[in-house]
């Protein structure tokens, strides 16, 4: 959707050129990209299928990167936020000057949280000190991790200087590490703040019943307005439905009891194509599956079982089994279209021969036993029975866990698995939001336990630099390093559409798939 704004190129963000300064301004922001359609002047109430109900709405402490920010994406703002081209445009902060050693943002006069309390140079300081403070132990904490510190310079002015250039800071503060809370209430709610929310989005948080739903209305105080001078949000309300059976979720869109689905596996959306009333639109989006294998303990300390699993998965069969014809491969969480993509980078070819001698050369005689888990939720449970098949062909004695997804979260943050099945969604503005969360040592979704300094060194050369052509380097060594050690054995891509009634418009879409729904509207 067209804006009122001139924002700072991605090259001098990312470049970080001494002295240069990047700024913008705006006086309303009208949404983010992938506009499908105005939403005109309509009302009334949304409800979507979720399929992956958050374990906490506290930005600082969300885990579920590919999904919980379509949630927090009702409650919050961040400073700015980022196009799928690289710019950036004005949200809680108007413009920003940016150098190699600081940032300084210009904040949004009269913004107001939702418990009435000021969104003022203090609360955004204290929002990223908190994010930066050990003791909170945020899961965006390496965002910050260049900030030397953050100060209030007067009401609207927040300045942040770093300890060394950060290509990626921008990018950072428009994602969860610059989603601005309520001081007040994280005060008041303590721990408690995660099941309540107080943010300056366009809804304010009503209810939350465990493996139900949670409700949000509308936020008749919200700063922003649409293109024509309208108010937002359109909605009146938004009711997220917790509905992990996919079959179910695709009777439910089919009858109208939702308008919108956060993600259906191909099997079921290709059902839908012939109903006029249902729009199914591929933005690009994909859901990438994968498998984690722990090397803190049991069978994969020892590379060479790592090797023998690599080689007893058939990843063309997983993605046919899982989504037909409506998948991609491809080495890593790279897609092919990503500037970082290195189609000579390949995992071990599928041999189950080959795996049996793996498996023999590493000193094992007999079946070798391990526990995958997964979530259920389609099409993870007939992933996950395939590679019981695949695996036991090729040596091992395999069993699956399909678990509901709280319960498999807290299994992979104890480190209690052998393997885990997961997905995510990609592609993403920069592939160290795509890499490092999970691949560095200290990252918060570390799932493997990798303790490996040789790629950490990879990734903060990756994300330390502007130089396209040295990150390109980095990252393509990162992902080389990452395949030939076997530490996950990446499966297909799945193509992820938009999915939802044709009467809703005007849902906007972060880059990588998550709904913005403050101009969203449903018609006539």
């Known amino acids: 959707m067209p804006l009122s704004t001139v924002s700072p190129s991605r090259r001098a963000v990312l470049a970080g050129a001494a002295g240069a300064a990047a700024t913008a301004t705006l006086s309303t922001v009208t949404g983010c990209s992938g506009d499908s359609g105005s939403s005109g002047s309509s009302s009334g109430t949304l409800t979507a299928g979720f399929d992956n109900e958050p374990v906490s709405l506290d930005p600082a402490l969300s885990a579920a990167i590919s999904s919980d920010r379509n949630v927090l994406n009702l409650f919050f703002d961040a400073l700015l936020r980022q196009l799928p081209d690289g710019t950036f445009e004005p949200a809680l902060a108007t413009k920003w000057e940016s150098t190699d050693s600081a940032v300084t943002f210009t904040l949004r006069q009269g913004v107001k949280f939702h418990d009435g309390t000021s969104c003022d140079a203090e609360a955004v300081v204290f929002n990223l000190r908190r994010v930066m403070d050990p003791a909170v132990r945020s899961t965006k904490a390496a965002a910050l991790a260049k900030v ?247 040596g091992f004695a395999p069993k699956a866990e399909v678990l509901e997804f709280q319960t498999q979260l807290e299994r992979m943050k104890k480190g209690d698995f052998d393997a885990a099945l997961l997905v995510i969604d990609i592609p993403r503005l920069d592939p160290s939001l795509a890499f490092d969360p999970y691949f560095t040592s200290d990252g918060p979704n570390n799932w493997s336990g990798l303790d490996d300094g040789a790629l950490d060194a990879l990734l903060e050369d990756g994300a330390g630099t502007g130089d396209k052509a040295a990150r390109k380097k980095a990252y393509t060594d990162a992902q080389r390093r990452i395949i030939d050690n076997n530490y996950w054995v990446f499966l297909h891509q799945a193509k992820s559409p938009l999915i939802h009634n044709s009467k809703l418009k005007g849902i906007q879409l972060d880059v990588d798939g998550q709904w913005r729904l403050a101009e969203a509207g449903l018609g006539a």
Not at 260 to 275: D, F, I, T
Not at 279 to 305: E, H, M, S
Not at 354 to 362: C, S
């Open 148 to 394: 030397a510190s953050v100060e209030a310079t007067d009401t609207k002015t927040v300045k942040i200087k770093l300890r060394s250039p950060d290509p990626r800071l921008l990018t950072h503060l428009a994602h969860e590490a610059g989603m601005i809370a309520s001081p007040a209430a994280l005060r008041k709610h303590g721990a408690g703040f995660a099941r309540r929310p107080v943010g300056t989005g366009p809804f304010t948080f009503a209810q939350w019943r465990s493996k139900v739903q949670l409700t949000a209305k509308r936020n008749d105080d919200y700063w922003a307005t649409a293109a024509d001078g309208s108010a937002l949000p359109k909605l009146d309300k938004v009711i997220l439905r917790f509905v992990t059976e996919a079959k179910v979720l695709r009777a439910e869109l089919s009858t109208g009891g939702v308008q919108l689905v956060r993600a259906l596996p191909p099997e079921e959306y290709k059902q839908l194509s012939g109903n006029k009333q249902i729009v199914i639109k591929d933005g690009g989006v994909r859901r990438a599956y994968y498998v984690a294998l722990n090397v803190t303990r049991g069978p994969f300390k020892n590379p060479k079982v790592r090797a023998a699993f690599a080689q007893a998965v058939n990843r063309r069969a997983v993605g046919k089994a899982a989504a037909g014809d409506e998948y991609d491969t491809a080495p890593s969480f790279a897609t092919s279209a990503d500037w970082f993509y290195d189609g000579s980078i390949a995992p071990l070819p599928e041999d189950p021969e080959k795996a049996r001698d793996t498996l023999k050369k590493a000193g094992l005689r007999g079946e070798v036993p391990l526990t995958v888990v997964a979530r259920r939720r389609a099409p993870d449970p007939t992933i996950a029975e395939l590679l019981q098949s695949q695996l036991t062909e090729a």
